[in-house]
């Protein structure tokens, strides 16, 4: 199933791959598409977490590489639960994303953070 991708009158993308998620490359690979059919870019993404997901190998290497600096300018997870986060924080030793990247509890903390990553017009109409 695709995942759910849309633009906050923030000017912030949210992605949202469901609970218990199989992400695959081709999932990726659309939520860009639609991110920047959506938002100027690049712009910062907020993903959402939930469950236990299933991410292969080349979802990490292409999260990792620089196929995402040309249209996200910043990533924060909203991970629900302990198990996320330290999965996350692992997935970090090994897979360090080329643009900043941070892990939260809940979205008014990861929004506050991505602010700073806003383009100026971006920031003026949110």
């Given at each position: 199933m695709?995942?759910?991708?849309?633009?906050?009158?923030?000017?912030?993308?949210?992605?949202d791959h469901?609970?218990?998620?199989?992400?695959?490359?081709?999932?990726?690979?659309?939520a860009v598409t639609?991110?920047?059919e959506l938002?100027?870019?690049?712009?910062?993404?907020?993903?959402f977490g939930s469950g236990r997901p299933s991410v292969p190998p080349e979802v990490k290497r292409y999260l990792s590489g620089p196929a995402l600096c040309g249209?996200?300018?910043?990533?924060?997870?909203?991970l629900e639960g302990w198990y996320l986060h330290h999965l996350f924080r692992l997935s970090l030793l090994y897979n360090r994303p080329?643009?900043?990247?941070?892990?939260?509890?809940?979205?008014?903390?990861?929004v506050a953070w991505l602010q700073r990553y806003l383009t100026p017009p971006a920031r003026q109409a949110g």
């Open positions: 695709r995942p759910r991708v849309w633009l906050g009158a923030d000017g912030i993308v949210r992605v469901g609970n218990d998620p199989l992400i695959t490359l081709e999932d990726i690979q659309w639609r991110q920047q938002a100027d870019c690049p712009c910062p993404v907020i993903v249209v996200t300018s910043a990533l924060a997870y909203v080329q643009i900043p990247c941070f892990a939260f509890s809940n979205e008014p903390d990861a």
